[in-house]
């Protein structure tokens, strides 16, 4: 069974960086669109960033030159680099296969001081 599993969240002090992956298990995502979406406490699940096969990304525009989206398919995972980051940022962060309507079980960020 295909599973999506995230890891790298933490606490983390305004400014700071963290670098999430997603690691696909038991198949090969060459091909699927992949993305990252957050939950903060209180709010709707919101989309954060996706990558397609080729490269092509996207981004929710709080996050635009801050937050880096990349895949490695040699290893079948997917990257988020957060940079700068703010209490704003803080949520739980899923990863997401568009083809296979996947979801990670999700891996916690906090940025606080």
């Known amino acids: 069974q295909v599973q999506l599993v995230e890891s790298g969240g933490g606490l983390v002090q305004p400014g700071g960086s963290l670098r999430l992956s997603c690691a696909a298990t038991?198949?090969?995502?060459?091909?699927?669109?992949m993305g990252w979406y957050r939950q903060a406490p209180g709010n709707q699940r919101e989309f954060v960033a996706s990558?397609?096969?080729?490269?092509?990304?996207n981004y929710l525009d709080s996050v635009k030159g801050r937050f880096t989206i990349s895949r490695d398919n040699a290893k079948n995972t997917l990257y988020l680099q957060m940079n700068g980051l703010k209490a704003e940022d803080t949520a739980v962060y899923y990863c997401?296969?568009?083809?296979?309507?996947?979801w990670g079980r999700g891996t916690q960020v906090t940025v606080s001081s």
């Open positions: 997401r296969d568009f083809r296979l309507l996947l």
């Open positions: 038991e198949r090969d995502f060459n091909f699927d669109n």
């Open positions: 990558i397609g096969s080729a490269g092509l990304t």
